[in-house]
């Protein structure tokens, strides 16, 4: 069996060599194809993946290329982690928000905008190229914006089967067993299930199992009692009471918009500039020839539990095994009410047969409005990108909650596309 990883050069990888020696040989990978368009970082970080694989016997061979077509031939599985225009790009997606008086951050609000124009023809192309390639193969995609780039690939290439992926869910998830394990309750990971509903980076947790026992209150209870006692808490305590549910940190940027700029009129450093740091420290790590584990400085860069899930996934696929997981998908149908074409991050069972939404029910009234707005913008964002659509573009930005003032959309849009003009061919046909 052949996994395809583009974009190897990410300092994650070495963890997701990790997560695939731990599952051998119920995973009985025999070939992983490291992809990278930088030869010398894909060196650096796959020279570790490959000392790593040695340290643990050699299960599965390890290739190294920058040919894309070579990746892909044969594969039963292709993740994606790349990252167009690297961490300049992110860079200037922050600092775009920066001079607008807008939040700069790389997936939410005009920087998630910009890095989904750049990304959405890239994945597009990888997923026609699997098409010739690997036929049948499950595109597993972790690339940012996670949700909106999976719409994309639902409306844009419905025959390639494809999962968008995202680290928050299974890290509140394993944040909640933490602090059941403090106040006494060990729990079992396999054994507990977290339920959420919304989109990539747009979702509330509003359920948790353990054992088959419903314990969801008992959770609840605790992180607002944890918000009341805090000196400075994310959120007010009567948010989560009244609402019953924990919204993913990422809504801070829409609950608390005035405070998260206050934090970035004091930019620099921005978060791209610090991992730009973090990622240099890495690199020298990654490249000493007597390191043959993921060191530590690499939670730093934040994506806990990435390998995690990813190899959970298709580990579920590959060996039929039924296993809930938060992904995202079209659902289908599997909300009432909500379009069912709409592509949703929400409990799904993961099968031989592919993944499958399971029944839930809409959001309460008070959110359902954010996450509408929202879909529209992701779906005219999608449009713009397919097309080259400067008309979809205005639009995207027009319906975003955290985008510019109607008489500012120009201006934005016009920063977003120079900004980003080497990247954007199909908005730049001349």
């Known amino acids: 069996m052949k996994i395809t990883v583009i974009g190897a050069g990410s300092t994650y990888t070495p963890e997701l060599i990790k997560g695939f020696l731990e599952l051998h040989p119920n995973l009985p990978l025999t070939e992983l194809a490291l992809m990278d368009v930088q030869p010398e970082r894909l060196e650096i970080v796959c020279g570790l993946c490959q000392r790593i694989v040695q340290k643990y016997g050699h299960p599965f061979t390890v290739h190294l290329t920058t040919d894309r077509e070579e990746a892909l031939r044969c594969a039963r599985y292709v993740i994606t982690q790349l990252r167009v225009g690297f961490l300049a790009a992110r860079r200037e997606d922050e600092y775009l928000g920066q ?147 924990i919204p993913n940190y990422y809504l801070e940027y829409y609950y608390n918009t005035a405070q998260k700029l206050e934090m970035q009129a004091e930019w620099p450093p921005s978060r791209a500039d610090q991992v730009i740091l973090i990622e240099k420290a890495l690199l020298r790590q990654y490249a000493d020839p007597a390191l043959d584990e993921p060191p530590p400085g690499l939670m730093q860069r934040g994506g806990a539990y990435y390998s995690t899930l990813a190899t959970r996934v298709i580990n579920a696929h590959y060996n039929d095994l039924g296993e809930t997981q938060i992904v995202n998908v079209r659902h289908a149908g599997a909300v009432p009410g909500y379009p069912e074409d709409w592509v949703l991050e929400l409990p799904c069972r993961i099968d031989a047969a592919g993944v499958h939404p399971l029944p839930a029910q809409p959001l309460p009234e008070a959110v359902f409005g954010l996450l509408r707005s929202v879909k529209a913008y992701e779906l005219l964002t999608v449009d713009a990108a397919v097309h080259g659509s400067r008309q979809a573009a205005y639009e995207a930005l027009l319906a975003h909650p955290l985008g510019p003032k109607a008489n500012n959309v120009s201006q934005v849009l016009d920063d977003i596309l120079k900004t980003n003009r080497p990247y954007l061919p199909r908005f730049w046909k001349d």
């Open 99 to 245: 001079r607008h008086g807008l939040i700069g951050q790389e997936t939410t609000g005009v920087g998630g905008m910009a890095k989904a124009l750049r990304t959405i023809p890239v994945i597009l192309d990888i997923a026609a190229d699997m098409r010739r390639l690997a036929p049948g193969a499950l595109l597993v995609n972790f690339t940012n914006p996670s949700g909106l780039v999976t719409e994309a690939l639902f409306r844009h290439a419905p025959d390639v089967p494809s999962v968008g992926l995202c680290n928050s869910p299974i890290t509140a998830k394993m944040t909640i067993l933490e602090e059941l394990e403090r106040a006494g309750q060990k729990i079992d990971p396999d054994e507990a299930e977290l339920d959420a509903m919304g989109l990539n980076h747009l979702c509330w947790y509003r359920g948790f199992r353990a054992g088959g026992q419903d314990i969801w209150q008992q959770v609840l209870e605790a992180y607002i009692q944890d918000l009341s006692t805090s000196a400075n808490p994310v959120w007010e305590p009567e948010l989560v009471r009244s609402l019953g549910m």
